[in-house]
C-alpha cells in the first residue's frame, strides 16, 4: 500500500519559518517525481514545488526565492523548505508521487501564516 505522510505544519509569523517533510512507503521513491501542492479555503489546488526523480526542480512564481523543494532517497523522504512566509502561503499542504499515470496523495498538513 501507498502511504505519503506529511510533518511539519504548524502555526507561524510572517516572515517567519517552516519545513514540511514527507515519507513514502509503499512506492520505489528514487524513480518518482514528487511535489508538493497546496489548496487555500476557496481555491483550487496549486503546484507550489515539484522534484523529478534526476533532481531537477520547478516552482511557482509565487515561492520563487522562498521556497526550496529537497529529496533524499534513502530515507525515502522530501521536504519543503519555507522561508519568508507570508500570510497568503496559508494553506493545507499536499505531497504527490507521481510515476506515468500512477498518483498518490498524502493528507495533508495545515499551514497558517498570521499574527
Known amino acids: 500500500q501507498v502511504q505519503l505522510v506529511e510533518s511539519g505544519g504548524g502555526l507561524v509569523q510572517p516572515g517567519g519559518s517552516l519545513r514540511l517533510s514527507c515519507a513514502a512507503s509503499?512506492?520505489?521513491?528514487?524513480?518518482?517525481?514528487m511535489g508538493w501542492y497546496r489548496q487555500a479555503p476557496g481555491k483550487q489546488r496549486e503546484l507550489v514545488a515539484v522534484i523529478t526523480s534526476g533532481s531537477s526542480s520547478n516552482y511557482a512564481d509565487s515561492v520563487k526565492g522562498r521556497f526550496t523543494i529537497s529529496r533524499d532517497n534513502a530515507k525515502n523522504t522530501v521536504d519543503l523548505q519555507m522561508n519568508s512566509l507570508k500570510p497568503e502561503d496559508t494553506a493545507v499542504y499536499y505531497c504527490?508521487?507521481?510515476?506515468?499515470?500512477?498518483?498518490?496523495w498524502g493528507q495533508g498538513t495545515q499551514v497558517t501564516v498570521s499574527s
Open positions: 504527490n508521487a507521481r510515476l506515468s499515470s500512477q498518483e498518490s
Open positions: 509503499g512506492i520505489i521513491f528514487k524513480i518518482f517525481d
